[in-house]
Every structure is written in C-alpha cells, then in structure tokens.
C-alpha cells in the first residue's frame, strides 16, 4: 500500500506558519478586514454567479459539440439504406445481455433451433 501525502492527521508546521502569517501583531485586523470587503460588495443573485460560470467560449464549445453530433446521427441515418417497413436490429442476432450465462438446456436450444 503507498502512503498519500495528504494525511489526515494535523501538520503542526504548516499550522504554526498558518497562524504566524494569520495573525500578526492585530489578529482581530484580518477580520475588520473581512467584514469591510462583504459589506462592499454588492449582492448578487443566483443567475449572475452562474452567468459568470458559463464563459462564452464554454458556450460556444458546447454548442459546436452538439452540432458536430447532430451533424453526424443525420449522416449516419442517411448512409444506411433501409426499405420502409423494415426493422433493423440495434444488436447482431447472436447477441444477447443477461446478468448470468445461460443454462445448458437453453444453449442446446439455441443451437437446434427449438427442434
């Protein structure tokens, strides 16, 4: 087993060199600080933040995704030449999904055609 090096355990340096930096001479200056940056801020909404997730390069991203794929199901669906009124099977007829492998009896069944 490899040991990660991000135990859960605390770290007693880097929690010292946390509370040095943190702190300084007035601890109660970093959350006056704090306070005055929230009061500043203006309130926003649930759409503005995730305006500000969606980029428009993301955007435009997604959309040339979904295009490129729609491009492709309507040329595919064009290339297969299929008589109407014909089904055609997603899976070859050999193809089955079970769980379990079947049963003896069922692949001589199989096999033989139900005779």
């Known amino acids: 087993m490899t040991m990660s090096p991000f135990d859960h355990q605390r770290d007693e340096e880097l929690g010292r060199l946390l509370r040095e930096q943190l702190t300084g001479p007035r601890p109660e200056a970093f959350l006056e600080r704090i306070r005055l940056a929230v009061a500043r801020s203006e309130p926003r909404g649930e759409w503005d933040v995730l305006a500000d997730w969606a980029r428009p390069r993301r955007i435009a991203l997604a959309v040339a995704a ?37 049963a ?7 096999l033989t055609g139900g005779r």
């Open 104 to 110: 003896a009896d069922e692949i001589m069944s199989a």
């Open 66 to 102: 979904g295009l490129l794929l729609w491009l492709s199901a309507w040329f595919s669906a064009n290339r297969t030449s299929v008589e109407p009124g014909v089904t055609v099977a997603s899976l070859p007829a050999h193809s089955m999904v079970n769980p379990q492998p079947p």
